[in-house]
């Protein structure tokens, strides 16, 4: 495929297919490349209750719909991976993929950000059923449960904080005795009665086999909880671009208002995008910013 496309957008997310939708809607051709599969991470999610107008719709049904209406829009999808990103000396670019070559006039960048994974065997199969990396989106199916929090920086201690006030017990684990997070959370986690610190721990094995039922840790101690919440924070993976953009410590793309990085064209959303909350709806914010963008750039 090697005519020139309007718009093509990496990351068939929700920042990715958002953008899409509204820059189909405008006119332009639009091309979403997605490697694993549409919809993005929202698909690990049973059940999705702060959408706006959607409440209780589960991640792969959103993921369906998000697609589906793009595409009804005209969008078209290619599911590949894409591997370079060239911007070429006329202002196009020249974009790389494991189906071939493809060319635009712009690019939308929303390849997403993973969280890190705890690396204990099984976690990926018992994602959606006990083991979460978000505690805002899933804390509320554990209500009067125990459940765990595995992490010792702000997103940590401020999960553990959100939690206690839903769940019976909160066990924070963390590798070392010191903590990243700021003391006045700290201090607020300590003061907290329904919240245990365990330090200095790490999670050797998941108890369960359909849903977690407990952690293991290094020392063989069983923790019994009904969920584990991940907080070691998030992976973006931005390599493609970084020599068209500028990062910031963290490897996010730093870009303007009007989602523009700094080479001419390429734009970025969603949460590989430098900002402080990633959810649904500042993913969704972001494709429209940059796809409305994109479209008055093309002008
Ligand atoms: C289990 C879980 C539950 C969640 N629950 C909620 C919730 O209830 N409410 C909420 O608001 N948020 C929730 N979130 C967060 C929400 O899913 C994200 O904020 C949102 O998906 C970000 O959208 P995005 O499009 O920026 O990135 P992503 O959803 O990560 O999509 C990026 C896409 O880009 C693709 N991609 C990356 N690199 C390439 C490449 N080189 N070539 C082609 N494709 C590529 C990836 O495969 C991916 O599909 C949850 C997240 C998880 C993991």
Do not use: W
């Amino acid at each position: 495929m090697t005519d020139m496309t309007d718009i093509l957008i990496l990351g068939g997310g929700p920042a990715g297919l958002t953008a899409a939708l509204y820059a189909a809607r405008a006119g332009k051709s639009v091309i979403v490349c997605e490697k694993e599969g549409f919809g993005g991470q929202i698909t690990q999610a049973h059940q999705v209750d702060n959408l706006p107008g959607l409440p209780g719709i589960s991640g792969l049904e959103l993921g369906d719909k998000l697609c589906s209406q793009a595409m009804d829009a005209g969008v078209q999808t290619a599911f590949c991976e894409v591997v370079g990103i060239h911007h070429h000396i006329d202002g196009t670019f020249y974009v790389e993929t494991d189906d071939g070559p493809m060319n635009a006039r712009t690019v939308i960048f929303a390849g997403g950000a993973k969280p890190r994974m705890l690396g204990v065997a099984r976690e990926e199969d018992l994602i959606g059923s006990g083991i979460s990396y978000c505690a805002l989106c899933d804390g509320a199916f554990f209500q009067n449960q125990d459940v765990a929090v595995i992490g010792g920086g702000n997103t940590a201690f401020s999960d553990a904080l959100v939690l206690a006030g839903i769940c019976r017990s909160v066990t924070i684990v963390h590798r070392r005795d010191s903590f990243r997070a700021e003391e006045a959370v700290v201090q607020a986690v300590k003061n907290t009665p329904n919240i245990k610190l365990m330090t200095p721990y790490t999670v050797s094995e998941l108890v369960g086999e359909e849903q977690v039922e407990g952690i293991v840790l290094n020392d063989g101690t069983t923790v019994p909880v009904q969920a584990v919440f991940v907080a070691l924070g998030r992976v973006p993976d931005c390599s493609l671009i970084e020599t068209l953009v500028d990062l910031d410590e963290a490897g996010y793309v730093i870009a303007s208002e009007s989602c523009m990085t700094k080479t001419p064209g390429l734009f970025v959303a969603g949460d590989c995008r430098q900002k402080t909350i990633r959810q649904l709806t500042t993913a969704m914010a972001d494709g429209t910013v940059a796809a409305m963008a994109a479209c008055e750039f093309l002008k």
